[in-house]
C-alpha cells in the first residue's frame, strides 16, 4: 500500500501542528477599533464552511463611566439614564451616526414618526434587573464586572406622533458580515406580556434599500418567544407576504416547552444575537445556536448596518397606545465583515491563507472583543508553503524526466 500526501494535506498538517499562540493584546475592548493589528484575517465558524473577513470592531457599553442622571428625560422602565460623553466623541462617531429624520403619516401607517437624538442614551442597568441576577441567563461570563451600563435605544408614543431611535453606520460600504449583539427588549411593563407595550418594532439589520435588507426584528406586540428573521422585502408589491423571505422562530422550547420554564428563550432577557451575510445565505444566531437559514432574496449591495426601535401605526408595527414604551438595552455590539474593494484587500483561500498571514478568531475567546490568534498561514507556513510547492515541482519535474528517460 502506497500512503500518499498530497501538498494540500501536508499544508493542513503544517498548519493545524503549529502552536495556537494566543495575542497579547493590551488594547481596552471598548474602543471602537479593536482590531488586533497581528491578525490579517478572522475565521468566523458556522454549521458548514467557515467564514472569512479582513475586518473587525467591536463596542463595548458594559462599563461606560457616568455621571449623574438626566433629569426632565422619561428613564425606561428598568435602567436609569445617565450621562455619558461616550455617545458624542469618537471613538464612537467616527462609526455610528444617531439618526434624526423623520416618517409622515400615511393611510396605511397612521403615525408619524420622528428618530429623536434623545431616546439613544447610556442607561445604568438596577442590579435586581441586571442579567446577573437573572437565574435563566444562559451567558454570564459576557457581563462585564464594573458597573452595569448599556446603551439604550427607546420609544414613546406621544399623543401626536411616535417618537423613534435609530442608529446607523457611518458607512454603507459593508459587504457580508458577522453582526454579532447582546440585547433584550425594556417597556413599562404596561404590555399584556408585563414588558414593552405592544406597537413596536426592535430591530438590528443589514440595509442597503428596501430589497437588500437583512433584518432580525423583534415585534412588541409578538409572544415574547417570537423571532422574526427576514430578508426583505417580505412583503410583494400587492402587500401579500412572501413567504420565502421570513422565518419566524419562537424560543418557548427553550423554556422546556409547555410553557412551564423559566423563560430563558424570552426576549425581555439578555440574548445574544448574530446575523451571519455571506454571498449565497444569512443565518441567524441566538446563544451561540444557528436557529435559521436563508438563501432567498440575500442581499447584493453593499450595505450599512442599522439598529432601531420604531413604530408607525401601520399593520407591521402595530399601533402603540399613547404613554406606552418600548426599548432595547444594548450591551455590546461586535461585528466581522468585509468592505467593499478598494482597500487592497486580497482574496482568502479556502482557509483564508492566500492573502491572510495570521488568521484569528473572536468565537470562544478569553476576553469578548478581543481576537486571538488561531494559527497562522502566511508567516511561516506560507514560506513553508512556498518552499513544499517548490519541492513538489522539482519532484513532479524529476519524476517527468526520469520516466522520459525510461520511455527514451
Ligand atoms: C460605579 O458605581 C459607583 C457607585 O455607584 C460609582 O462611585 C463609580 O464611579 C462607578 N464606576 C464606574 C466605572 O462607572
Ligand atoms: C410631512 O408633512 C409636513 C407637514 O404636513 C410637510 O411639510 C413635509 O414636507 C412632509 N414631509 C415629507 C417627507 O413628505
Ligand atoms: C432553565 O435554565 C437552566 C439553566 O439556567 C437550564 O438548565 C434548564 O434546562 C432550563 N429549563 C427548565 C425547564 O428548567
Ligand atoms: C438588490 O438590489 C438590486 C439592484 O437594485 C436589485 O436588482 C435586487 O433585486 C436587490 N435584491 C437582491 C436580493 O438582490
Ligand atoms: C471577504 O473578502 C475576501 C477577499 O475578497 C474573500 O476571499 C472572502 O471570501 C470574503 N468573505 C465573505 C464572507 O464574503
Same mark, same amino acid.
Not at 422565518?247 to 432577557?269: F, K, M
Not at 444594548?330 to 491572510?356: I, M
Given at each position: 500500500?502506497?500512503?500518499?500526501? /498530497? ?7 503544517l498548519?493545524?501542528?503549529?502552536? *495556537? ?6 488594547? /481596552? ?30 463596542w ?36 455610528? /451616526?444617531v ?6 403619516a ?9 428618530? /429623536?437624538? $434623545?431616546?439613544?442614551?447610556v442607561?445604568?442597568i438596577?442590579?435586581?434587573n ?7 441567563? &444562559?451567558v ?11 446603551l439604550? !435605544?427607546?420609544?414613546?408614543?406621544t ?8 442608529? *446607523? ?15 433584550? +427588549? ?7 406580556? @408585563? %414588558?414593552?407595550?405592544? %406597537?413596536?418594532?426592535v ?14 426584528e423583534? !415585534?412588541?406586540? &409578538? ?12 412583503v410583494?408589491?400587492?402587500g ?22 423559566n $423563560?430563558?428563550? $424570552? ?22 445556536? *444557528?436557529?435559521?437559514?436563508?438563501s432567498?432574496g440575500?442581499p ?10 420604531? %413604530?408607525?401605526? #401601520? =399593520? ?12 432595547? =438595552? ?6 466581522v465583515?468585509?468592505r ?14 492566500? @492573502?491572510?498571514?495570521? +488568521?484569528?478568531?473572536? &468565537? #470562544? +475567546? ?5 481576537? =486571538? ?5 502566511g508567516?511561516?507556513? %506560507?514560506?513553508?508553503?512556498? !518552499? #513544499?510547492c =517548490?519541492?513538489?515541482?522539482?519532484m ?6 526520469? #520516466? ?5
Amino acid at each position: 500500500m502506497r500512503i500518499s500526501i /498530497s501538498p494540500p494535506s501536508l499544508l493542513i498538517l503544517l498548519i493545524t501542528s503549529l502552536p *495556537q499562540k494566543a495575542v497579547a493584546d493590551s488594547s /481596552s475592548p471598548s474602543g471602537s477599533d479593536t482590531r488586533n493589528p497581528t491578525c490579517s484575517c478572522y475565521r468566523i465558524p458556522t454549521t458548514s464552511e467557515p467564514l472569512y473577513f479582513h475586518h473587525h470592531r467591536f463596542w463595548d457599553f458594559r462599563s461606560l463611566p457616568s455621571s449623574p442622571s438626566y433629569s426632565n428625560t422619561p428613564p425606561p422602565s428598568q435602567g436609569q439614564r445617565i450621562n455619558s460623553n461616550f455617545l458624542s466623541t469618537s471613538p464612537f462617531t467616527n462609526d455610528w /451616526s444617531v439618526q434624526d429624520w423623520s416618517k409622515n403619516a400615511t393611510s396605511s401607517t397612521p403615525l408619524h414618526m420622528t428618530n /429623536s437624538p $434623545d431616546n439613544i442614551f447610556v442607561s445604568q442597568i438596577s442590579p435586581s434587573n441586571s442579567a446577573d441576577t437573572d437565574p435563566a441567563d &444562559d451567558v454570564p461570563k459576557n457581563r462585564a464586572s464594573a458597573n452595569t451600563t448599556a446603551l439604550t !435605544l427607546f420609544t414613546t408614543r406621544t399623543p401626536s406622533f411616535q417618537s423613534t431611535a435609530e442608529l *446607523q453606520s457611518q458607512t454603507s460600504d459593508y459587504l457580508h458580515a458577522s453582526l454579532r449583539l447582546r440585547f433584550r +427588549v425594556i417597556g413599562a411593563g404596561g404590555g399584556s406580556n @408585563g %414588558g414593552p407595550d405592544p %406597537g413596536a418594532v426592535v430591530g438590528a439589520f443589514f440595509y442597503a434599500d428596501d430589497s437588500n435588507e437583512s433584518d432580525i426584528e423583534i !415585534l412588541t406586540r &409578538d409572544a415574547t418567544s417570537l423571532y422574526r428573521f427576514s430578508n426583505q422585502p417580505s412583503v410583494d408589491k400587492d402587500g401579500d407576504a412572501i413567504a420565502e423571505a421570513e422565518v419566524d422562530v419562537d424560543l418557548s422550547a427553550l423554556d422546556g416547552g409547555s410553557g412551564g420554564g423559566n $423563560d430563558t428563550g $424570552d426576549w425581555t432577557r439578555f440574548h445574544d444575537y448574530r446575523i451571519d451575510w455571506s454571498e449565497h445565505e444569512v443565518t441567524w444566531w441566538v446563544d451561540g445556536i *444557528q436557529r435559521a437559514r436563508n438563501s432567498y432574496g440575500v442581499p447584493k449591495k453593499p450595505a450599512g448596518i442599522n439598529l432601531n426601535v420604531w %413604530g408607525d401605526g #401601520g =399593520e407591521w408595527s402595530g399601533e402603540m397606545e399613547v404613554g406606552g414604551v418600548a426599548g432595547m =438595552e444594548v450591551e455590546w455590539v461586535e461585528v466581522v465583515f468585509n468592505r467593499t474593494v478598494g482597500e487592497g484587500e486580497r482574496r482568502l483561500g479556502k482557509r483564508g491563507d492566500e @492573502g491572510c498571514r495570521i +488568521v484569528c478568531r473572536v &468565537d #470562544g +475567546v478569553r476576553q469578548l472583543g478581543v481576537p =486571538e490568534v488561531m494559527y497562522t498561514a502566511g508567516a511561516r507556513i %506560507g514560506r513553508v508553503g512556498l !518552499l #513544499g510547492c =517548490e519541492m513538489w515541482v522539482v519532484m513532479a519535474l524529476a519524476l517527468l524526466i526520469s #520516466g522520459m528517460v525510461d520511455w527514451l
